[in-house]
């Protein structure tokens, strides 16, 4: 006939075929308009964080700053069983909000009003959580971390289900067993509300290992389309907004101290040190690409529950720094070695654990590997050195990272040759 051709619709396409090429984002219709919430492709060329994304990130600033303060606190008075217990329970709750909401994101992030509405609810959640990380730390007292928490988890329900509305079989049946599970965890965290102080640890325990269940049961019927680019550039970024926050807290007790005392001899080798330790975190993280190494969830649940010690040490170094200072004009108790051990312990968790989880998987020959183990024991070597001990870290911390380049660059030579 010789009227007008019709525009190919994809109807066609049968159940199971991309309707576009692989390796290329599903078009949309437009940031304005809604849209059918379907995995995005797991080989999408050019998938990078977008600006909600690092808006999201930005709010858990104050809620890693609090947990931090508390931690330096409850440290500080010598209250080491509280203060640690105390800081690892609540930096879980902030840790496992923003990993929820980032491997969600990577398989199924539309970008459109609904989700972006969505996702804003959830970042008040966060705000609403931080607002009550003190008076969970210090009274046990968790119905506004609770509250904060129920904010985000209707959030995050409410996107599992428009996810399962907009897929079909295993896939529907995973994102179902998602809603379902965070939902049931939500519900085992009243607990904490309603049963005595004493049993708050037992209940945090339960909950938290059946929160950690929840995605390896979930993934049994159909693994999410999360990419590997994007979630390890996500974990980078965070890595960084936690890093940040450690030089920020550090940067503020050396200024107190300063306005106080007026004395540099005893403040210049523990803001150089602190800051060296920074920077050679930063630096030790992302020598090596990880993305190559997260095939599948064998590799990134390993790879992603791991982090709860990379992002937890990392945070709290700024606490040991704060702790450090103090020390050093009489403002706590603690021994100087106690109080170097609060900077020099996380900072050898740290190595250890971004080595185990995330770097040896780079690494080539028992020398590379061997480089950031042995500067953890180093590192904690520091916690003896007296007054030096923050800078000594420092300077263990800087040699690792010469180390590490050397050997690098010796294999790249041996290879090119």
Known sequence: MGGIRRPRSTDHVRPGRPAFPAGRPRPTRGADVPVRMRARHRDEAHRAATPLELFFDLCFVVAVAQ????????????????????????????????????WFSSAYDTDDPLYRVVTLVQMAGVL?????????????????????????RL???????????????????TALCYALGVTVCQVGWLGLLV??????????????????????????????????????ERYGLFTIIVLGETVAAATLAVQAAL??????????????????????????????????HLRSNRQAFVWGYGHYLVFASAAAVGAGIEIAVAQ??????????????????????FMFTVWL????HQKRGPAQQLVLPVSSVLVLVCT?????????AGLVASATVAVGVTLTARQGTALAE
């Open 195 to 232: 049963l005595p102080r004493a049993d708050v640890p037992w209940v945090f325990l339960v909950v938290a290992l059946l929160e950690l269940a929840v995605p390896v049961l979930a993934e049994r019927a159909r693994q999410t389309t999360w990419h590997p680019h994007h979630i390890a």
């Open 328 to 349: 050093a004009f009489g403002k706590t108790r603690l021994s100087t070695a106690a109080a170097a051990a609060c900077v020099t312990v996380p900072a050898a968790l």
């Open 259 to 292: 306005d106080e005392h007026e004395e540099l001899g005893s403040l210049l080798p523990i803001a150089a040190g602190g800051l060296l330790v920074v920077f050679c975190a930063y630096w030790i993280y992302f020598a090596v690409p990880i993305h190559l």
């Open 384 to 392: 003896f050195a007296g007054r030096w001990a923050v800078l000594a």
């Open 67 to 102: 947990a931090g303060r508390q931690l330096a606190h409850a440290l500080a008075e010598g209250h080491w069983g509280h203060g640690v217990s105390g800081y690892l329970m609540l930096f879980f709750a902030v840790w496992w909000a923003w990993m929820n909401f980032s």
């Open 357 to 360: 989880i995330h770097s040896r």
């Open 128 to 152: 609403i959580l931080a607002a009550g990380v003190p008076r969970a730390f210090v009274r046990s007292d968790f119905t506004v971390i609770w509250f904060g928490f129920l904010v985000m």
């Open 155 to 173: 959030a995050m329900v409410a996107q599992w289900l428009r996810a399962a509305l907009g897929s079909a079989g295993a896939e529907r049946r």
